[in-house]
């Protein structure tokens, strides 16, 4: 049995990702969401359950809420999800935590960290490796032998060329086309993607 942590937006997606893995699912916890239910599946409030026996996804598309949730529940055991409708080489590894949704190709000897989001049709090419809370959002495409730092975020069909560095806690502004390092904390984006004051 499974407990989604969030009932946001991207934990419709999540959910919907477990239904088709057939794992049953026990509810839904949030501390700011209080509809009743999200899909028929009731919505908890942090302490209403224990879910001290399940496993926890953390169904939250921010990367560092999602930091500060693994960490404040360290001691719980996460599962990663990894659509059906995904292609993930034999020869890659996904860290718990995470997600792997629908139409995304994740290639041989790639490696994915914990609580990572590879999102709808992105692309992860060989010899990759994906830190920790990333976020690879939906159509982006990384190229072989890149490296993306914890908390990272890849925006909305972006392209990363083979070999480049993405820094920890970075932002790629969606559609850009990333060719030289990004360093930590900085926010790049355009063709080719640079960093400096947005027009």
Same mark, same amino acid.
């Given at each position: 049995m499974l407990y989604l942590y969030g009932a946001g937006?991207?934990?419709?997606?999540v959910l919907e990702t477990a239904e088709e893995l057939n794992i049953p699912i026990s509810g839904i916890i949030d501390e700011k969401i209080v509809v009743g239910t999200?899909?028929?599946?009731?919505?908890?409030v942090p302490g209403e359950v224990?879910?001290?026996?399940?496993?926890?996804?953390?169904?939250?598309?921010?990367?560092?809420?999602r930091k500060q949730l693994a960490e404040k529940y360290e001691q719980k055991t996460f599962t990663s999800l990894v659509h059906p409708r995904a292609y993930v080489s034999r020869r890659a590894a996904i860290g718990a935590g995470s997600v792997v949704? !629908?139409?995304?190709?994740?290639?041989?000897?790639?490696?994915v960290g914990e609580h990572v989001i590879i999102n709808t049709n992105s692309s992860v090419d060989h010899d990759c490796?994906?830190?920790?809370?990333?976020?690879?959002?939906?159509?982006? /495409?990384?190229?072989?032998?890149?490296?993306?730092?914890?908390?990272?975020?890849?925006?909305?069909? !972006? /392209?990363?060329?083979?070999?480049?560095?993405?820094?920890?806690? !970075?932002?790629?502004? !969606?559609?850009?086309?990333?060719?030289?390092?990004?360093?930590?904390?900085s926010k790049f984006w355009g063709n080719p993607a640079k960093t400096g004051t947005r027009k």
């Amino acid at each position: 049995m499974l407990y989604l942590y969030g009932a946001g937006g991207h934990a419709k997606v999540v959910l919907e990702t477990a239904e088709e893995l057939n794992i049953p699912i026990s509810g839904i916890i949030d501390e700011k969401i209080v509809v009743g239910t999200l899909f028929d599946y009731r919505i908890f409030v942090p302490g209403e359950v224990s879910f001290s026996q399940e496993t926890l996804i953390l169904s939250i598309g921010d990367n560092s809420a999602r930091k500060q949730l693994a960490e404040k529940y360290e001691q719980k055991t996460f599962t990663s999800l990894v659509h059906p409708r995904a292609y993930v080489s034999r020869r890659a590894a996904i860290g718990a935590g995470s997600v792997v949704l !629908a139409g995304v190709s994740i290639n041989s000897s790639v490696i994915v960290g914990e609580h990572v989001i590879i999102n709808t049709n992105s692309s992860v090419d060989h010899d990759c490796t994906i830190g920790d809370y990333v976020h690879i959002a939906p159509n982006a /495409c990384l190229a072989g032998n890149v490296t993306v730092g914890e908390g990272a975020f890849i925006g909305m069909g !972006a /392209c990363v060329k083979q070999g480049i560095r993405i820094g920890k806690w !970075a932002v790629i502004g !969606a559609g850009s086309v990333v060719l030289t390092d990004v360093p930590d904390f900085s926010k790049f984006w355009g063709n080719p993607a640079k960093t400096g004051t947005r027009k």
